[in-house]
């Protein structure tokens, strides 16, 4: 069975602070795993990673594939209350021998709560 | 944990036709769920928000008379995709919210249901 897991599942941090937020998997015919931000309505996009060891940045958020320990992290530097949300990960599978990924199988999220 | 359950899976159907999809909650109450469509290789995009008891709130851009949904109990929401065409093949993925951690925000997702219209 696939499986994503990710932890810790709620997080309380200060403002300023440094969060890192961990996503692991279990799945067969792996194809990119992706990370979400929810806040109050729907997950938006932040990376879909694909390659092993190649960091991706969009500001002060960064994250990293690891596919040897089949995992990921998801990095928050100099944390702000709009950080505030629920992150999810999520692993795209090949469900196809023609090779077109079938949907989107999600970690429970973790929610980070961010203290002024 | 919580389980959100989402039938069928897949699901093929003639153009013209309508189709049904069932999501719910089997060891919790949800008093709300959230139904998103996803495009391939796309982020998941936001239907509508179904509240039990009430109508549900639709976003911009999704046509409420062709997505009917239904929140009649605390355990099932359903979408109905009406006299479906073959732009409605898509992925479609319901997500709950448990009634007892509403302050937590944590959501519990589906599995998705894989709609192919011919």
């Known amino acids: 069975e696939d499986k994503v897991v990710q932890s810790p599942l709620s997080l309380v941090v200060h403002e300023g602070d440094t969060v890192t937020l961990n996503c692991s998997y279990e799945?067969?015919?792996?194809?990119?795993l992706l990370w979400y931000k929810q806040e109050k309505k729907a997950p938006t996009f932040l990376f879909m990673l694909t390659s092993s060891g190649i960091e991706k940045k969009s500001g002060r958020l960064s994250s990293i594939l690891d596919k040897k320990e089949l995992s990921s992290i998801l990095n928050i530097t100099a944390t702000q209350t709009g950080d505030s949300a629920i992150y999810l990960c999520?692993?795209?599978?090949?469900?196809?021998?023609?090779?077109?990924?079938?949907?989107?199988?999600f970690g429970k999220g973790t929610h980070l709560i961010i203290q002024p | 944990g919580a389980v959100v359950s989402q039938h069928p899976s897949r699901v093929i159907c003639k153009s013209g036709t309508s189709v049904k999809i069932e999501c719910r909650s089997l060891d919790f109450q949800a008093t709300t769920m959230f139904w998103y469509r996803q495009f391939p290789k796309q982020s998941l995009m936001l239907m509508a928000t179904?509240?039990?008891?009430?109508?549900?709130?639709?976003e911009q851009g999704v046509e409420k008379d062709k997505f009917l949904i239904n929140h009649a109990s605390l355990t099932l929401s359903t979408l109905t995709v009406t006299s479906a065409h073959p732009e409605d093949s898509s992925f479609y993925i319901c997500?709950?919210?448990?009634?007892?951690?509403?302050?937590?925000?944590?959501?519990?997702f589906g599995e998705g249901s894989r709609l192919t219209v011919l």
């Open positions: 799945v067969t015919n792996f194809r990119s």
């Open positions: 179904s509240n039990e008891g009430s109508k549900a709130t639709y």
């Open positions: 999520a692993v795209a599978l090949y469900m196809y021998s023609g090779g077109g990924a079938d949907g989107l199988t």
């Open positions: 997500s709950a919210r448990d009634f007892r951690s509403a302050g937590t925000g944590e959501l519990f």
